[in-house]
């Protein structure tokens, strides 16, 4: 449909001017160009100034996840995702979590990587020594670019340096430790990164190739722990299966994958509400769960001498309560209060009791009833609107798919218009 998507200028134009050509090339008639252009909180002047290349906004459904007691304290918990029961489920284990006292968080330092690459050095392990006896002289030039962040009490704080065999030969590798307090880092980390290059440069006789923030956060790492009593979940048995299933996560990566992925829905969607960077956050934790080589879960499942479950989870979670969109986008700034967290470690705490209470939902569900069940009515209501039901069509549809065990778009269709009559 699209007739060339080279168009000269485009990141100039005005979004109006933008909508017509795009209006124009996918053949979109008034109706859809006004979905894309009928701003919501963000204003389209916002967004314009957010990314480039800007013609519309996008909304995502805005949930609440309840019950959550996280370090004695209460929490409603913001959920910007287009899934079906994930909130309802994180409330659902949030509320089993209580009968024991709720989870119970930790955060080491909000400690981030930036990495300097350096190529082409004669004798790497010599570079090495010394760029680690200039490491004063790094550190307070990294420290220059960010008086802000000096004032906050973060900044860097240390180097380390390896000699990195490569299928290009060695590499000199600097890692420079910065506390980034509130904020995510990746602005800050890489504009110290870039700053300390030419000196690294001129120290090893090399030459800086990337100069990057790491989303391996190991240092930045967000713990969550909680225990859940055997009869609210069903019973000794069902802590046994669930313990089953989380050894099958643990041998087995297909699963781990999906068991990392649940962890994630309630991770991923405060990451979101919160306008934080998602794909930093998603990077961390993939890697964090591949470190030693082998892809593990993100949660561990025990059982405690009384028959109950205990389920820890440990991540890294770069996340800030200042900079980047966090306090640009108006909803995020209303979610912050609605979270009414005070710092960026607090937060990410926050998301590690979620990520824990995410992922028991079904681990639970497949001990006992089985994940479909739950999903069944949320997910036959999109079928119900897929199929075109509108207002209250779509519970009467939802009513006939769910009882006859039958959610599928042609069967929403003929129920439609049998309804409709
Ligand atoms: P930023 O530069 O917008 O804000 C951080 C700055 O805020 C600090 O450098 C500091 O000067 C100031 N500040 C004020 N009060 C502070 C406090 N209490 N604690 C800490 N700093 C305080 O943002 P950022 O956090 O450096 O970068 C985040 C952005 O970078 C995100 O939008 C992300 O998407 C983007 N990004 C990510 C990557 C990546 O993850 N690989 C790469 C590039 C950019």
């Known amino acids: 449909m699209v007739k060339t998507s080279k168009i000269s200028g485009f990141y100039k134009m005005s979004i109006a001017e933008r909508l017509k050509i795009i209006k124009e090339q996918a053949e979109l008639t008034d109706d859809e160009v006004s979905v894309l252009s009928s701003s919501g909180a963000l204003s389209l002047d916002a967004a314009d100034r957010m990314i480039e290349n800007v013609i519309g906004t996008t909304e995502y459904p805005l949930g609440v996840a309840c019950n959550f007691l996280i370090d004695g304290k209460e929490y409603l918990i913001p959920m910007a995702l ?7 489920a994180a409330s659902n284990m949030a509320k ?5 006292g709720g989870f119970f968080t930790s955060a080491t ?7 300097i690459q350096i190529a082409d050095v004669e004798s790497p392990y010599f570079a090495k020594q010394a760029i680690i006896s200039r490491k004063k002289e790094i550190i307070d030039l990294a420290n220059e670019q960010d008086p802000m962040l000096v004032k906050f009490g973060g900044g860097a704080r240390d180097i380390t340096v390896r000699v990195l065999d490569s299928i290009c030969g060695p590499m000199v590798i600097v890692h420079l430790m ?11 980390v ?11 440069e001129e120290i090893s006789g090399g030459k800086a190739l990337s100069r990057i923030i790491s989303n391996l ?41 999906t068991h990392n992925k649940g962890i994630m829905n309630g991770i991923d969607a405060v990451v979101v509400a919160t306008m934080n960077d998602f794909r930093a956050v998603e990077a961390g934790a993939h890697s964090y769960a591949a470190m030693n080589g082998e892809y593990k879960p993100l949660t561990r499942w025990e059982k405690n001498k009384d028959g109950d479950l205990c389920g820890t989870i440990e991540l890294p979670i770069a996340v800030g309560t200042v900079g980047g969109a966090t306090s640009v986008h108006p909803v995020a700034k209303v979610v912050r209060k609605i979270l009414d967290v ?13 990520g824990l209470a995410q992922n028991l939902a079904p681990l639970k569900a ?15 209501k999109n079928i119900a609107q897929m199929a075109g039901a509108e207002g209250e069509m779509i519970d009467k549809v939802v009513e006939v798919l769910v009882r006859e065990k039958n959610v599928r778009v042609d069967r929403a269709k003929e129920v439609l218009s049998e309804l409709c009559g």
């Open 366 to 380: 497949f001990a006992t009833e089985g994940i479909q069940k739950g999903h069944m009515k949320l997910h036959a």
């Open 82 to 88: 287009e899934e079906p029961s994930v909130v309802a």
């Open 109 to 115: 330092e909000p400690i981030m990587i930036g990495q």
């Open 190 to 200: 890489n504009t110290m990164a870039e700053a300390c290059a030419p000196l690294i």
């Open 178 to 188: 910065v506390d980034c307090r509130d904020a995510m880092g990746a602005n800050a």
């Open 342 to 354: 005070k710092t960026a470690s607090e937060l990410s705490r926050v998301m590690a009791a979620l």
């Open 96 to 100: 089993l979590a209580r009968i024991k």
């Open 217 to 257: 956060a190991k240092f930045r790492l967000a713990r969550a722990r909680a225990v859940f009593d055997k009869e609210a979940l069903g019973g000794e048995e069902v802590v046994d299966r669930i313990i089953m299933e989380y050894a099958f996560s643990l041998s087995d990566p297909y699963r781990c994958s």
